[in-house]
């Protein structure tokens, strides 16, 4: 019998960064997971400067496109383009490259992985944690790091509450070359009809993802607004190599992040930013965090550091969220403003937090402003063919 000194439940960006800061520290350390790398993940797959920063000296990014334009729509209307010309704001990857990069890296770091089992119940006693898997083998560890994702069993152990659950749907398209050069370096978001939702399309060379997320509950208009979204762009006749569909899930703010010697990261604590719903970002720190931890035998540590360095930020996000699902349209004009579009930018590099942002007495007074307005009424979808 082996006692791991962490064991890593999912070999997703959060666990495989924790995984590679301890088995760099040292320890000795197992990664469990239930698929085998390299595999599909649904996932918008955009890199901002904050990922960027984050695996920066660990992987070479397996980019397909770096983006320098964005081009947004209203329900399909009021269509513009920004372009960054200092260069790329966004690195477009495929989850199955990106995490099977973060793999090697693990393992070169001294990880071992173990693929292709599924971990069934977690327990734990005054001596450690025990992972029975479904293969019949039980895995004694001295500390796990759950992040096999909100649904998984690392998350119910440790007792996560959500306050946002939202509902993502995807299609990889496969596109000829005169889409490819439509699209190339060049990625779109669409802001819904359904409040708090937006459809993207970002560029991943011979493919385009193509995708709508909203808040769970309106399962029916989300499939609605994603066959409009792809018939809008010329694509309903193009079949998809991949079509799924996943819950994203940000956490409450007392939620907790560990229980005994279990810690939970990325997805599995609820770490993401809410109104984008970016989440590699917050599973690498996260992941990074709770490594962290480990090492140091600081676990209380863990909440301290994801409270300072995430916590503010999705605060910030669910301000922002608020605000865009009253007000999309006015949120679509401020876009287009120089300073709105340098607020996106700041956010894409990673060079400006949301709740740095917000703090900017010209923004605090803007969402007052738009506190007081009633809410949007929705806007006539058109077709949105601009290059």
């Known amino acids: 019998?082996?006692?791991?000194?962490?064991?890593?439940?999912?070999?997703?960006?959060?666990?495989?960064?924790a995984a590679h800061v301890a088995a760099t520290a040292g320890l000795r350390t197992l990664v469990v997971e239930r698929a085998a790398h390299p595999r599909y993940k649904t996932c918008g797959g955009g890199l901002i400067g904050t990922s960027l920063a984050a695996v920066a000296g660990r992987i070479d990014v397996p980019a397909h496109d770096r983006v320098d334009r964005v081009t947004f729509t209203r329900d399909g209307r009021r269509e513009f383009t920004r372009r960054h010309g200092a260069g790329p704001l966004i690195a477009m990857v495929r989850r199955d490259e990106f995490d099977d990069r973060l793999r090697a890296a693990a393992v070169a770091a001294g990880a071992q992985l173990r693929e292709r089992v599924a971990v069934r119940a977690v327990e734990q006693d005054p001596d450690g944690v025990r992972l029975r898997l479904a293969?019949?083998?039980?895995?004694?560890?001295?500390?796990?790091?759950?992040?096999?994702?909100?649904?998984?069993?690392?998350?119910?152990?440790?007792?996560?509450?959500?306050?946002?659950?939202?509902?993502?749907?995807?299609?990889?398209?496969?596109?000829?070359?005169?889409?490819?050069?439509?699209?190339?370096?060049?990625?779109?978001?669409?802001?819904?009809a359904i409040p708090g939702s937006y459809a993207w399309v970002f560029p991943k060379g011979d493919t385009l993802t193509v995708g709508?997320?909203?808040?769970?509950?309106?399962g029916e208009r989300t499939r609605a607004y994603l066959r409009d979204f792809v018939d809008r762009l010329g694509l309903a006749g193009v079949d998809p190599e991949h079509d799924s569909g996943h819950l994203t899930r940000c956490r409450a703010d007392d939620s907790p992040l560990r229980h005994g010697r279990v810690l939970v990261a990325g997805d599995a604590a609820g770490l993401l930013e809410p109104w984008s719903r970016e989440g590699i970002s917050?599973?690498?720190?996260?992941?990074?965090?709770?490594?962290?931890?480990?090492?140091?035998?600081?676990?209380?540590?863990?909440?301290?550091?994801?409270?300072?360095?995430?916590?503010p930020s999705m605060r910030a996000g669910h301000r922002l969220l608020e605000v865009f699902s009253r007000q999309p349209g006015v949120f679509h004009a401020l876009l287009a403003?120089?300073?709105?579009?340098?607020?996106f930018v700041?956010?894409?590099?990673?060079?400006?937090?949301?709740?740095e942002t917000l703090t900017r007495a010209?923004?605090?007074?803007?969402?007052?402003?738009?506190?007081?307005?009633?809410?949007?009424?929705?806007?006539r979808a058109a077709p949105a063919t601009s290059d």
């Open 1 to 17: 019998m082996i006692n791991w000194d962490l064991v890593v439940v999912g070999g997703g960006p959060a666990g495989l960064t």
């Open 135 to 192: 293969d019949g083998d039980v895995v004694h560890a001295r500390t796990v790091i759950g992040a096999d994702g909100s649904s998984g069993v690392t998350a119910r152990h440790v007792g996560v509450r959500y306050r946002q659950v939202d509902l993502g749907l995807e299609l990889e398209l496969p596109v000829p070359e005169a889409q490819r050069r439509r699209w190339r370096g060049r990625l779109l978001l669409d802001w819904g």
């Open 212 to 218: 709508v997320i909203a808040g769970r509950g309106a």
């Open 282 to 311: 917050y599973a690498l720190r996260s992941g990074a965090l709770a490594g962290a931890a480990v090492v140091d035998g600081d676990l209380d540590g863990y909440r301290r550091a994801v409270d300072r360095d995430l916590t």
């Open 337 to 343: 403003t120089p300073a709105g579009w340098r607020m």
């Open 346 to 355: 700041r956010f894409c590099l990673g060079r400006a937090s949301f709740d």
């Open 362 to 379: 010209p923004v605090r007074a803007a969402l007052a402003l738009l506190d007081r307005l009633p809410p949007a009424r929705r806007v």
